[in-house]
């Protein structure tokens, strides 16, 4: 399968200390299977950090690593009270990692699932609230890489 990363400088080795803490799934390196989802996030890096120019990375990756057992796997099929929690408990954790997991895929928390979580947050919607609220959303799909094991099976191409 084809994943993208989208960033706004060009590099050739992945560095997880340049990668930010509290994100959906941790620190960690994150892709997507969709290229026009890389590219938006390309542009947002370039907006928000006023300098470089769009990238879209690509890079290869065997699926059927995904069901081997050769590396620790979760996958989020879609909304749901699980994936809530496990994106609240890693936004929460002041850059510690919180599972150990190779790869984790998913749906993307973007702003507007980042507001409902602030609600949550807040105590003014419930758990099954918010999921309810997300669960018709079209979320964009993510694909983390946390560790130089899982890393070492993506082949830039």
Known sequence: MKLYHGTNVDFQQIDFKKCKPNKDFGRGFYLTDIK????????????????????????????QLLNDNSLNVKIFNGVSTEWA??????????????????IVIGPVADDGVVFQLNLYLQHFI?????????????????YFFGTDKAVSKLKRV
């Open 36 to 63: 026009r989802q890389a590219l938006d996030m390309a542009v947002r890096r370039c907006e928000f950090e006023q300098t470089g120019t769009p990238i879209v990375q690509e890079y290869l990756f065997d699926e």
């Open 85 to 102: 929690e496990f994106i609240l408990k890693n936004r929460k954790a002041r850059g510690q990692q919180t599972h150990g997991y190779d």
């Open 126 to 142: 419930t758990l099954d609230q918010l999921v309810k609220g997300l669960e018709f959303r079209k979320m964009n799909s993510q």
